[in-house]
């Protein structure tokens, strides 16, 4: 979102000044969270309210973006609301390789694992996200696909915030 927001606001009809400053906004949303819902988080026995309301303001966040047509409050609360999402799915991502494993080993087996298909994954999405809006002509389908990765986001998310250890013995 950070690579495209401005781009995508700017399709909209929204000046590019107003667009740079919606990408401050997404930042503001993003950096408070991901330092409080550790806290609230770690508390928790299971951690599937959080991604629950994650991933509902994710999808209502890219839902505004999607059909705001830049009418600057939908698209301020929208973008808000992405960058909550955001920095609760980084945090939560990143709690989960401590709280679901038991030694320091499993942890880094866990966390190299997953960050290695996550940066993999972040490195394409950029290029993927401009060359479909290239081919369509419209932020629409990249923004679905976005929605789609949310849908899956929520049902591994489900799974990996119940109060239950990675490696069993």
């Not at 939560?92 to 942890?107: G, H, Q, S, Y």
């Amino acid at each position: 979102m950070v690579a495209w927001l401005p781009g995508i606001l700017i399709d909209q009809g929204i000046a590019s000044a107003q667009a740079g400053f919606m990408l401050s906004i997404l930042q503001l949303g993003i950096l408070p969270f991901t330092f409080i819902v550790p806290i609230i988080a770690s508390k928790m026995k299971s951690q599937q309210p959080i991604v629950i309301v994650m991933c509902l303001l994710l999808l209502a966040g890219t839902s505004g973006l999607m059909f705001g047509s830049g009418h600057i409050w939908l698209t301020t609360a929208s973008v808000f609301l992405v960058g909550i999402a955001s920095g609760t799915a980084f945090s939560v991502c990143m709690m989960f390789f401590n709280l679901r494993t038991t030694t320091a080993i499993e942890a880094a087996d866990l966390s190299g694992m997953a960050q290695s298909i996550g940066y993999l994954l972040a490195a394409a999405m950029p290029t993927l996200f401009g060359f479909l809006h290239d081919l369509t002509s419209g932020y629409t389908i990249p923004l679905g696909i976005l929605v789609f990765a949310t849908l899956l986001l929520f049902i591994t998310g489900l799974d990996a915030a119940r109060d239950k250890k990675v490696f069993s013995k």
